[in-house]
C-alpha cells in the first residue's frame, strides 16, 4: 500500500468512527479550506521547509476529506478528481505535450474561457479575500476598455471618493459611509492595479508593519514601567514614532 493510499484508508476509517469527522460536510468544511491556505502562505513567507511540509499535507487533506465526502455520496472519488487535474494539464499545456507555441496556448486558452462565460467576470470566486477579489474584478473589467488611462485620472477618483465619504459622514448617514468607505478601497486598488502592485500584499506588509510597531510600543511602556492602556494618546504617538525610526527588524 502506498503512502498515498493508506491515507485514503484513514479518512475512510475517521468518516466511519469519529464523531466529529463524521458530521462534517462540504459547507462545513470551507473555512478550514481557507484556514489551511493561508497557513500554507505564511509557511512560504516563513521559508522553514518543515513547516511547509506540514502545511502542504495538510492542504492536501482538505482535497481527500472533500473527495471522500463525494464518495459517500457516490458522485466522485480523489481518483477521479487526480484523473480531471492530469487532463486539465494536458489540454492547458499543448506546447509541453503537443506541438503549440506558450503564446498560442495562452491565447487559446482565454478565448475558451471567455466562451464559456456568460459575464466576463464570471470565474472571480466571491470567497476571496476583498481587496484581491476587487483587483481580480477591476482586471477582467479592464480586459474590455473598462480602465482609467492615466495615473492623475485614479487620483482624480481617490480625491472624489473621499469627497463623497466626507459628506456621508457629516449628513450621518451611516449606510451611505460604509459604501462610501467601499468605494474608496476600490478606487485606491485601482492605483495599485495602475502601478501593477498587488493590493493584497501591500496591505498584508502594512498589516506586518503595524504590528511591528505595535509591539515594540509594548515592549517600551513594560521598559519604562507602564501600560499602553494608561499611557496619554501624546505619549503613545512618541512610542509609535520612535517605533517607525529604530531599525528593530
Not at 22 to 32: I, M, V
Not at 135 to 160: H, M, N, P, T
Request: hydrophobic share 40%.
Amino acid at each position: 500500500m502506498t503512502p498515498f493510499e493508506e491515507l485514503l484508508k484513514i479518512m475512510e476509517s475517521l468518516r466511519e468512527k469519529c464523531p466529529w469527522d463524521r458530521k462534517q460536510t462540504h459547507e462545513s468544511l470551507k473555512k478550514y479550506a481557507i484556514e489551511e491556505v493561508y497557513e500554507l502562505l505564511d509557511a512560504i513567507d516563513s521559508k522553514d521547509d518543515q513547516k511547509l511540509k506540514e502545511e502542504l499535507g495538510d492542504v492536501l487533506l482538505q482535497v481527500v476529506f472533500h473527495s471522500q465526502i463525494a464518495k459517500e455520496r457516490s458522485a466522485f472519488d480523489v481518483w477521479d478528481v487526480i484523473k480531471a487535474l492530469n487532463q486539465k494539464l494536458i489540454e492547458r499545456h499543448p506546447h509541453v505535450f503537443g506541438c503549440e507555441s506558450a503564446e498560442e496556448v495562452l491565447k487559446r486558452w482565454e478565448e475558451k474561457k471567455a466562451k464559456d462565460r456568460e459575464s466576463i467576470l464570471d470565474g472571480v470566486p466571491r470567497s476571496l479575500p476583498a481587496l484581491m477579489r476587487s483587483q481580480k474584478l477591476q482586471d477582467r473589467a479592464s480586459l474590455v476598455g473598462f480602465d482609467f488611462e492615466s495615473i492623475e485620472q485614479v487620483f482624480e477618483k481617490i480625491a472624489e471618493e473621499l469627497e463623497e465619504l466626507k459628506e456621508a459622514i457629516q449628513r450621518g448617514d451611516k449606510r451611505n459611509v460604509e459604501h462610501e468607505i467601499g468605494d474608496l478601497l476600490t478606487a485606491v486598488v485601482e492605483l495599485a492595479r495602475f502601478l501593477k502592485v498587488d493590493a493584497e500584499e501591500c496591505l498584508q506588509k502594512a498589516n506586518d508593519r503595524f504590528e511591528k510597531r505595535f509591539r515594540y510600543m509594548e515592549k517600551r511602556a513594560k521598559e519604562m514601567g507602564k501600560e499602553l492602556k494608561d499611557m496619554t494618546l501624546e505619549e503613545m504617538d512618541k512610542l509609535w514614532l520612535e517605533a517607525k525610526n529604530f531599525d528593530y527588524e
